[in-house]
């Protein structure tokens, strides 16, 4: 099959994309949108291509629009854009396949759909690649050091907050941490000055937390910041009995688009389920790994959708009432009072509580790698023609040389998918 792109020549998942074609049009076709198209170029699912490719779709049931958001997080808002432009291209909704990265975004994108009556529903398929990206730590620590490890890679003002939190109650002292004072995506570094002004009145820190930020960046190693999938982030994770997760997401407006539609009311008058599910990253999977219990910083109800999922909360080994707070700072000081109860637990209640949450973890890893592989087998067995495009796929279940499917389960996180 053909595998053609408007701007995008190097995809990082499917590998070299051809031009769009301009005059001839070939069946076969894969046309391909993701949310670089997006970022970059500022296109949109109704203007990436032009009238005479949509023609071609309509009229070629061989030729398709693939949409990847496999690694990517999308809200109510993204999906009634989308819904809009399956009604206005005038091809069959099932010429588009998208690729999302959970069952949960699955579910919700076919809530929307349905609620702009879009029929027949599109494809909809799953291929979680930040799990996928995942490895099994390449070492264990001779010892456990510290009581909770934390990271944070990108500056986010809720992180500034927690962190300084954390240091006014003086438990920064039990960690193992990062925190670092960049954002990669808008190639910023921030100054003391420029976090206190991102922070604002809604996150400016209180007391002696102000000291924490002048203290920005602390590193785990000195030799400067490593990459994300590096062991130097599972070390830290494996050294404490309890990590600190520290998602992508602690609130749904965190957005570079503009949150608004005609037929959506306001991001703030929105019930928060309704605006995006919960946003599962490496960082999660990170934690599953490494087989220890977390406090998740993420968005509301992220802890009742991990269950929805198949996987176990910590609860009650682990106060979660945080989760179903929904203001956000509120949110976060109940995160930070939960962190200081358990530093803070006698000698026999801390133990008592590290062995109760081990089960939890067997479990939740056992899941992790049983979910892996059989969601993404499913996906290679549902879309064929993609296997030739995938770039990793031969590191996992796919046997080239024997143009089958590898069905022993000991391929999984034995090889580094990504090179950073």
């Known amino acids: ?99 999302v990265k959970d069952m949960a975004f699955k579910n919700f994108l076919e809530n929307v759909f349905k609620k702009n009556s879009i029929s027949p529903l599109p494809k909809i398929t799953i291929l ?41 109650k003086n438990c920064l002292k039990d960690f193992i941490f990062s925190f670092h004072n960049m954002n990669p995506y808008m190639n910023k570094v921030f100054d003391y000055y420029d976090m206190l002004s991102d922070m604002g009145s809604e996150w400016s820190p209180d007391g002696s937390g102000f000291e924490f930020l002048r203290q920005v ?37 965190e957005s570079i688009y ?6 959506l009311p306001n991001i703030k008058e929105m019930p928060m389920e309704e605006i995006a599910p919960a946003f599962f990253t490496e960082k999660t999977y990170k934690s599953i790994v490494c087989k ?4 998740a910083c993420s968005t509301p109800h992220f802890i009742k959708e991990f269950k929805k999922l198949g996987y176990r909360s910590f609860a009650p080994w682990i106060d979660e009432s945080y989760d179903a707070i929904e203001d956000h700072r509120e949110r976060a000081i109940a995160i930070t009072e939960e962190v200081n109860r358990i530093i803070n637990l006698s000698e026999t209640e801390y133990k008592k509580i590290v062995k109760g949450c ?27 023609q993609l296997i030739p495009h995938l770039k990793m796929v031969a590191n996992g279940y796919w046997d080239e040389k024997n143009h089958d499917f590898d069905n022993s389960k000991h391929h999984f996180m034995t090889h580094s998918f990504l090179r950073y």
Request: charged share 25%; net charge negative; hydrophobic share 35%.
């Open 1 to 99: 099959m053909k595998f053609v792109s408007k701007s995008i020549e190097n995809d990082m998942y499917y590998g070299m994309l051809e031009r769009l074609p301009q005059k001839i049009f070939e069946p076969n076709t894969i046309y391909y949108y993701d949310r670089l198209e997006r970022v970059r170029f500022g296109t949109t699912l109704s203007n990436f291509i032009k009238e005479k490719h949509f023609d071609h779709i309509s009229k070629d049931e061989t030729s398709f629009i693939l949409v990847n958001y496999q690694d990517d997080y999308f809200n109510v808002y993204d999906a009634t854009h989308w819904s809009d432009a399956i009604k206005s291209n005038g091809i069959c909704p099932s010429n588009y396949v998208f690729v």
């Open 128 to 168: 979680d690649q930040l799990k996928l990206n995942v490895l099994f730590p390449e070492s264990k620590p001779e010892k456990i050091t510290h009581k909770f490890s934390g990271l944070s890679r990108c500056w986010q003002p809720w992180r500034g907050f927690i962190f300084s939190k954390l240091f006014e």
């Open 217 to 253: 960046p602390v590193e785990l190693d000195k030799g400067g910041l490593k990459p994300k999938y590096s062991n130097i982030t599972y070390d830290a994770i494996q050294s404490a009995d309890f990590h600190l997760l520290i998602e992508s997401h602690f609130v749904q407006n």
């Open 258 to 263: 503009e949150l608004v539609h005609p037929r």
């Open 292 to 295: 220890k219990p977390f406090i």
């Open 358 to 384: 081990q089960e939890i973890c067997e479990h939740n890893l056992n899941l992790l790698v049983e979910e892996n592989f059989t969601v993404s087998q499913q996906y290679y067995k549902d879309f064929p």
